[in-house]
């Protein structure tokens, strides 16, 4: 995917496309198009600090499709050893039906839909919400988009991206505003508000752009929950792009956290 193949694979892109004007679609067409028809993540590490200190590590790998214009994600968690087998599967709607977010913990061997109240819970104990991981693997598809003045982040030009809720919906989020490297198409940096409070950034290193099969990503991102004063470290080794279509049997909420 585009600057962070998963998470947006991991962090990429944004759309919000009807109501874009001709350079916003243009940013977000190109954000979008670095997104492979489908991706391979060997290892995605997640690294959450407590406030106290304290970390906790997941691992996990991570698969993504983007067949028919419609973005698939799905992780499948190795560790921690309570959490070996877990799995989450993003599912975008596309126009006119809501995005789907599965989660499969082991310890009750059944599926879960995320929806409502609990979109907004933390992700297996990170400082991803199942909305945040949705929205960036998603692309932000369903927000409303609009540039704002470009700016610099260390001596990369970037273009700033204003992302609103669609109307009419509830969002624990007013805006995000995300930083995209002008290079490669990619979210350096999003900014996450409730109302004019800022509560969580997300951030990475232009020196974290990786290049594989043609298309960039991130390969350390950085979640940071500024109310709550914790955070969480994402890496992800092993990214492959291809043209092939994966097992849609992955991206199946009744087959996704099935083995291999």
């Known amino acids: 995917m585009k600057a962070t193949s998963w998470l947006g694979a991991l962090l ?30 060997k290892e995605v590490e997640l690294n959450s600090t407590d406030r106290s200190g ?30 070996d087998g877990a799995a989450y599967l993003m599912r975008e709607g596309g126009a006119g039906r809501s995005d789907e977010i599965f989660l499969y913990l082991p310890a009750i061997q059944r599926v879960r839909k995320i ?14 919400s199942y909305n945040d991981m949705k929205q960036l693997q998603a692309a932000f598809g369903d927000t409303r988009a609009a540039l704002e003045k470009p ?34 198409c990619t979210a350096l940096k999003a900014e996450f508000f409730e109302g004019k409070t800022l509560r969580k950034e997300l951030s990475a290193s232009a020196d974290s752009l990786k290049r594989a099969d043609g298309y960039w990503y991130l390969s350390e991102l950085l979640m940071r929950d500024l109310k709550e004063n914790t955070r969480t470290r994402l890496k992800v080794t092993g990214v492959s792009g291809s043209a092939d279509e994966l097992p849609s049997r992955l991206f199946d909420p009744t087959s996704f956290y099935r083995g291999n």
């Open 151 to 184: 700016t610099t982040l260390g001596d990369r030009p970037v273009e700033v991206l204003s992302l609103l809720p669609p109307t009419g919906s509830v969002s624990r989020y007013s805006r995000v505003l995300a930083y995209v490297d002008r290079q490669s």
């Open 12 to 41: 990429l892109a944004m759309a919000g496309a009807a109501q874009a004007d001709d350079a916003t679609q243009k940013l977000l067409d190109c954000m979008r198009a670095n997104i492979p028809p489908s991706l391979q993540i």
């Open 54 to 83: 304290a970390e906790r590590q997941l691992k996990g790998k991570v698969y993504a499709s983007r067949a028919e214009g419609l973005i698939r994600v799905l992780l499948r968690v190795s560790r921690p050893r309570d959490l």
């Open 115 to 128: 929806s409502g109240a609990s979109s907004d819970g933390a992700l297996l104990g990170t400082d991803f």
